[in-house]
């Protein structure tokens, strides 16, 4: 079955602890992408990743890490989380042949909690 | 720079009544329109896509939307609501020189018996 994973679907966790979220795909896709849902702002764009060592800063970059070191993978790091880090994370996927026109195929998400 | 923007946070219908969901989009060049649907405790689905072959567009569960160029508008419809319809839906755009997928604040659609 087609699909991205993403892990943890849930954390609690205190402020300055290093943490990562991974996220895999299996449509060998080469855009990646990661974004941050808060309520009434909808989806904004962390990073994104056209394709293997080739990452692009969104337009919510700000404490936020990414490695493309596989195709499929593309894990998301919080290097020093903040409260204001706390948000529901979603990663995506598309071919990249026209990221521009192609659907995004997501994960279910993953809650972060950062006290 | 390419925006979106989804009038009303909150549409509230009864169970067979028309729903209309509205996007109005902004783009320099010609955008390439998404709408997506997120039910609870998931990540969001295509419901469909513009990408400028015909400008009403078809998509799954029984929703439509129309591309109006003169009114910068892609607003999703469904004639009949079901219960099951009730999710947060969202209205995105692309195109031009970027790679970006720029999401609308998202419409929380209710559907009441």
């Avoid at chain 1, 702002?41 to 969104?58: A, P």
């Avoid at chain 1, 890490?65 to 598309?94: D, H, W």
Wanted: aromatic share 10%; net charge positive; hydrophobic share 30%.
């Amino acid at each position: 079955e087609a699909q991205v994973t993403q892990n943890p679907r849930y954390l609690i966790t205190v402020t300055g602890k290093k943490l990562t979220v991974t996220c895999s795909q299996n449509m060998n896709h080469e855009y990646m992408s990661w974004y941050r849902q808060d309520p009434g702002l909808g989806l904004r764009q962390i990073y994104y990743s056209m394709n293997v060592e080739v990452t692009d800063k969104g337009d919510v970059p700000e404490g936020y890490k990414v490695s493309r070191k596989e195709k499929r993978n593309f894990p998301l790091i919080l290097e020093s989380p903040s409260p204001n880090q706390t948000s529901l994370y979603f990663c995506a996927s598309s071919p990249i042949s026209a990221a521009r026109n192609q659907p995004q195929h997501f994960g279910d998400g993953t809650r972060l909690s950062i006290l | 720079a390419q925006s979106v923007t989804q009038l009303g946070s909150h549409v509230s219908v009864s169970e067979g009544a028309l729903v209309l969901l509205r996007c109005n989009y902004s783009s320099s060049v010609p955008p390439y329109l998404f709408w997506y649907v997120q039910y609870p405790n998931q990540g969001l689905q295509l419901l469909l896509k513009y990408t400028s072959a015909a400008t009403l567009v078809k998509g799954i569960n029984g929703f439509e939307a129309e591309f109006k160029k003169s009114e910068t508008s892609f607003h999703l419809t469904k004639p009949s609501a079901h219960m099951s319809d009730a999710a947060e839906y969202f209205c995105a755009v692309s195109g031009g020189n970027t790679d970006k997928l720029i999401f609308g604040t998202g419409t929380r659609l209710q559907v009441f018996p």
